[in-house]
């Protein structure tokens, strides 16, 4: 079934972890670009990292070092391990491969 569905999201103190996962058929797709987004309230949806179907990633210059972004593909699964989070990592976050969106996922750090 080509759809994404996220999941993962929680409520988390600042410093704390989640890890976020995106399951579905087109993260197996050779011709996308795999990518994590997200949106806060009042901003524009941003991306959080990217991954390549040649395993080339990309990050966001305020998660590098801290965000992790990776495939499962024999399980159709794109995370991505957030660590030391912040207040401002607050979103819904998004995964994407080409045309396709999941429904998103809120985060919410927070003391």
């Known amino acids: 079934q080509e759809q994404l569905v996220e999941s993962g999201g929680g409520l988390v103190q600042p410093g704390g972890s989640l890890r976020l996962s995106c399951a579905g058929s087109p993260i197996t797709y050779s011709a996308c670009v795999l990518g994590w987004y997200r949106q806060a309230p009042g901003n524009q949806r941003e991306t959080v990292a990217s991954l390549s179907a040649g395993g080339f990633t990309k990050y966001a210059d305020s998660v590098k070092g801290r965000f992790t972004i990776s495939r499962d593909d024999a399980d159709k699964i794109l995370y991505l391990q957030m660590n030391d989070l912040r207040p401002e990592d607050t979103a819904v976050y998004y995964c994407?491969?080409?045309?396709?969106w999941g429904q998103g996922t809120q985060v919410t750090v927070a003391s």
């Open positions: 994407n491969c080409g045309p396709f």
